[in-house]
């Protein structure tokens, strides 16, 4: 009897040291692994960082062993979220700012001035977040009641879009703008010959805001980097920095205080692009610089965008590029060649055109380049087709934003057009997901929502906003894993659950491809992990 005891016992130690160590194992999955067959899984085993070992329960547990196993009780779990269009920095300066978001008046907007002012006591009141849309009164503000209220605070308060600001007389006095002034680019709104205070565009660089200190601008990453993991982003794409913020951003990731992955890039000036460009592609575990962020036009919402025909709510009105055609003609040659993406914001459909040209002109058809238009908001129909080498970046909840009055903005034929993102994805074959927040909330659920069921968080409208645009939650779910990954020349590394790639996953209480729509946006996120690592 001993002897038998023996005998089990030395094949038993013999299995567990057959068995190899993982630092995570997570069993009891309900696992998609967005693969190139979109095959799920209901285990996988984690070491260094990276998936070691993908497949169901009995083959984990037989053949990998760790101190840690994680029971997920049939919880969804899906790659890391990625953000394809960002502004990362700017949410956690926005956490240092008044909060403008929601805001259903210009009063409310005077009454949180008024306790940040009393919060804070600062010397220069800046905010974000108003959109005149959502007032009754849908007219640009004008500065006579900042006039009154902050007689010697300077205040410039941006449009959510970030392309109109609003400022006080104090601000301006702080500037060279007067009622004469003009620029290229942008607009400096006047009533009867004066300045209102609104700026839009271009005309917003004559403001000189105070910068932020170096401990308030890692007070800002950190703040911005617990906000998307608790929603269960790990990797983002911050759509224009500078030189001073990215090497920021190295050195606290190389410290390991900051954990999130960032895909780069680059503001469109020339102090950045002559270092960049010479210096050539920067890419370490967590940081990837190479591409370029271009601006073509402003936003629909302040009637920047540059359209075709006049503006249907503004005769006469067509918007403006901010940069110059030739300008942009030069930039995307040198950006051409170099080993860097160029990313261009348009919304308008001339500026969609003006770019979509561009870009096929100097590429020559080479299909790998992975340029992006950054919005792709209203395409005409005649030039979809310019697409089949350009890769679309949209944000879903701009068009659930947006559906109550951009019909207006550019009528009912040019809207079929609009927000069109099954039509964007047929003519690519991919399509890359973000947010753009701060101008929009940060979760990716939200987007998910916004993408593959057309509403907004009211349920409006009922039957959705042109469905015929909607993406399958698959495809939705691609756009914001793998397909993302791919736009930042990172698919090999991560955007999937697959053996090999880094360890960035999220753990979801609800499975969003199956559940009914009204609980996608109310999902919580039950764990983010990177590298394995649990950072929420």
């Known amino acids: 009897m001993k002897k038998l005891l023996l005998f089990f016992f030395l094949v038993s130690l013999f299995t567990k040291c057959k068995k190899l ?72 300066l926005q956490q240092q700012k008044v909060d403008l978001v929601g805001t259903k008046s210009f009063d409310e907007v005077l009454e949180r001035l008024l306790d940040f002012k009393k919060e804070k006591k600062v010397n220069f009141i800046t905010g974000r977040g108003w959109d005149q849309n959502d007032w009754e009164v849908k007219q640009f503000p004008t500065k006579e009641k900042l006039d009154e ?33 003009k620029v290229n680019g942008g607009e400096f709104i006047k009533e009867n010959g004066k300045l209102t205070g609104v700026l839009i565009d271009n005309a917003m660089r004559y403001v000189k805001i105070p910068e932020p200190t170096r401990k308030e601008q890692i007070q800002a990453l950190k703040d911005a980097e617990k906000i998307c993991f608790d929603l269960g982003l790990t990797t983002v794409d911050d759509a224009g920095l500078d030189k001073n913020v990215i090497e920021l951003i190295d050195s606290l990731q190389k410290t390991g205080e900051l954990k999130m992955r960032m895909y780069a890039m680059i503001s469109n000036n020339p102090e950045n692009l002559d270092y960049y460009l010479n210096k050539g592609i920067i890419k370490t575990n967590r940081l990837n610089v190479r591409s370029v962020k271009v601006y073509a036009d402003g936003a629909l919402g302040s009637r920047g965008a540059v359209l075709k025909e006049e503006y249907s709510d503004k005769k006469g009105h067509f918007g403006a590029l901010v940069n110059s055609y030739s300008n942009l003609q030069d930039l995307a040659k040198r950006i051409a060649d170099s080993e860097y993406q160029m990313n261009t914001h348009a919304i308008g459909d001339s500026a969609n055109y003006v770019m979509l040209k561009t870009y096929n002109k100097v590429l020559q058809n080479d299909t790998n380049r992975r340029w992006r238009i ?5 395409i005409d129909l005649k030039d979809f087709d310019f697409f089949k080498n350009i890769l679309p970046s949209v944000q879903p909840t701009h068009a659930t934003s947006d559906m109550y009055w951009a019909e207006n903005r550019v009528g009912s034929e040019r809207i079929k057009g609009a927000y069109a993102y099954n039509d964007l994805l047929n003519q690519y074959g991919k399509i890359a997901l973000g947010t753009d927040f701060p ?3 940060v979760s990716p659920l939200y987007t998910f929502y916004a993408a593959s069921i057309r509403k907004d968080l009211k349920g409006y409208p009922e039957n959705g906003y042109q469905t015929n645009n909607a993406l399958s939650r698959e495809n939705t779910l691609k756009g914001m894993t793998i397909w993302n990954a791919y736009a930042n020349f990172e698919e090999n590394e991560k955007g ?7 360890a960035d996953f999220i753990i979801l209480e609800n499975d969003i491809i199956t559940i009914e729509e009204n609980k996608i946006p109310k999902t919580k996120v039950i764990a983010t992990y990177v590298n394995g690592e649990k950072v929420n």
């Not at 993982?22 to 979109?38: C, E, G, K, Q, R």
């Not at 205040?155 to 007389?169: E, K, S």
């Open 149 to 181: 209220l902050f007689p010697k605070t300077p205040v410039a308060i941006t449009r959510i879009d970030g392309h109109a600001m609003l400022i006080n007389q104090a601000a301006i006095n702080l500037t060279n703008i007067n009622a004469t002034c």
């Open 374 to 378: 950054e919005h792709a908001q209203i």
């Open 496 to 502: 999937s659950i697959e053996v090999g790639k880094l």
């Open 21 to 92: 160590k993982a630092d995570l194992i997570i069993v009891n999955a309900n696992i998609y692994t967005i693969d190139s067959s979109f095959s799920k899984a209901e285990a996988f085993a984690v070491r260094d960082g990276k998936f070691m070992a993908v497949g169901s329960n009995k083959e984990i547990k037989k053949n990998y062993i760790s101190s840690e196993i994680i029971d997920a009780k049939n919880q969804a779990i899906y790659p890391g979220f990625i953000d394809a269009h960002c502004h990362f920095y700017g949410l956690g």
């Open 439 to 441: 101008i929009e909330n």
